[in-house]
Each structure stands twice: as structure tokens, then as C-alpha cells.
T-cell receptor, first 114, second 109 residues
């Protein structure tokens, strides 16, 4: 059982380039999330999806887009990367958005934008 | 604004007990979570509180006081493997998690 996988593990990217971070879960969870984690700051929500076919904006959505074509996949796209998007990106999923539904996290993608 | 406060770093001795505090101010409250995150790894779930009181799970316990906007995570019989960051998160009125910056716990022999 893989849980949640993310790809790539790490990436160095030139500013202005387009990049898609991939996230796949095999738990049939309804909800999925993208966070970024920066030193000294808490995890910040970029985008989320409560169910396949729907997406919503989190706390820091600018410069990022997502899609949720099916239950398993939730890719995050940086249309034109900037150095401030250097961060560790975590994808997470949960069975639902409420109650005691914990979020399960993928291993993360370490992105450096030069 | 929404705010979650935790100490940045704590040090404790192997075998001892440590309490990590978390205070929060959020728009609404729909539960509080504690996660553990080892360096370079993903966060993993530890506990969930939605009602006032203490939830015990093995060596770890978590307490919540909604009226005070306060929670703590209690770790007993500390082991070296408990060296990690501990993240407090509150689910707000939009059912999104608001995260603290985390408390880095250093365990010394």
C-alpha cells in the first residue's frame, strides 16, 4: 500500500519555467490538499479539493493552479516559477473534510527556483 | 487574523516528561490536531481533540480547553526517537487546517 506518492522528490528550476508537481493517492480519499512549508512558518494551504471535479483556493494560491480530474490525482502547476516559490511542497489527503478525519501526507517535493 | 502559537524549540532528557503548549485564535473551531514531523520527512498524525479534556494514547496525551484557546501535547517516557518537530493545527470555520510553525523537540541522553 503506497498511500500518497509525490513526484519529483526534488527539483531545481529556472525562474520563468513551468512546472507540475504530481500527487497520487490510492486510499480513495475524497479530499486532497497542497501545502507549502517554509522555515519558521507553519504549513500554508495553497489549494484544496473536497471531491473529484471541484477545487478551492487556500491561503496562498497566487502563482499556482490545480486540477482534480479523478479521485486519485491532484497535480499542482506553477505557470511561471519565481524564486519566492522555493519551498517544500506537501500533498495530503483525507477521507473527508470534517470530524476527526486526519490528513495523510505525501513525502514532499523540495523545489528550488533560481 | 488567525494565529497559532507554539514555542520554537524545547529540550528535554531521555526518560523524562515534556509538555508542548499551543494557543490559538481562529475564525471558528472544528477540532485541534497534533502532528509529528521528523526532519526531512512528512508530518504524521498524533492526536485529535474537539471536546475539552484529555485524550490519552500510549505515551502521548493531548489536552484541550476551548474557552482558553489552549492545547498541550504531553510526551512521557521520552525516547531519542521522539526528537522531532511537533505541529499544532486547528480546523477553522471553513474546515481548513491552520498550522502553527511547530516546536522542535531535542532529546538529550
Amino acid at each position: 500500500i503506497a498511500g500518497i506518492t509525490q513526484a519529483p522528490t526534488s527539483q531545481i528550476l529556472a525562474a520563468g519555467r513551468r512546472m507540475t508537481l504530481r500527487c497520487t493517492q490510492d486510499m480513495r480519499h475524497n479530499a486532497m490538499y497542497w501545502y507549502r512549508q517554509d522555515l519558521g512558518l507553519g504549513l500554508r494551504l495553497i489549494h484544496y479539493s473536497n471531491t473529484a471535479g471541484t477545487t478551492g483556493k487556500g491561503e496562498v494560491p497566487d502563482g499556482y493552479s490545480v486540477s482534480r480530474a479523478n479521485t486519485d490525482d491532484f497535480p499542482l502547476t506553477l505557470a511561471s516559477a519565481v524564486p519566492s516559490q522555493t519551498s517544500v511542497y506537501f500533498c495530503a489527503s483525507s477521507e473527508g473534510g470534517g470530524g476527526n478525519n486526519e490528513q495523510f501526507f505525501g513525502p514532499g517535493t523540495r523545489l528550488t527556483v533560481l | 487574523g488567525q494565529n497559532i502559537d507554539q514555542p520554537t524549540e524545547m529540550t528535554a532528557t531521555e526518560g523524562a516528561i515534556v509538555q508542548i503548549n499551543c494557543t490559538y485564535q481562529t475564525s471558528g473551531f472544528n477540532g485541534l490536531f497534533w502532528y509529528q514531523q521528523h526532519a526531512g520527512e512528512a508530518p504524521t498524525f498524533l492526536s485529535y481533540n474537539v471536546l475539552d479534556g484529555l485524550e490519552e494514547k500510549g505515551r502521548f496525551s493531548s489536552f484541550l480547553s476551548r474557552s482558553k484557546g489552549y492545547s498541550y501535547l504531553l510526551l512521557k517516557e521520552l525516547q531519542m526517537k521522539d526528537s522531532a518537530s511537533y505541529l499544532c493545527a486547528v480546523r477553522d470555520s471553513n474546515y481548513q487546517l491552520i498550522w502553527g510553525a511547530g516546536t522542535k523537540l531535542i532529546i538529550k541522553p
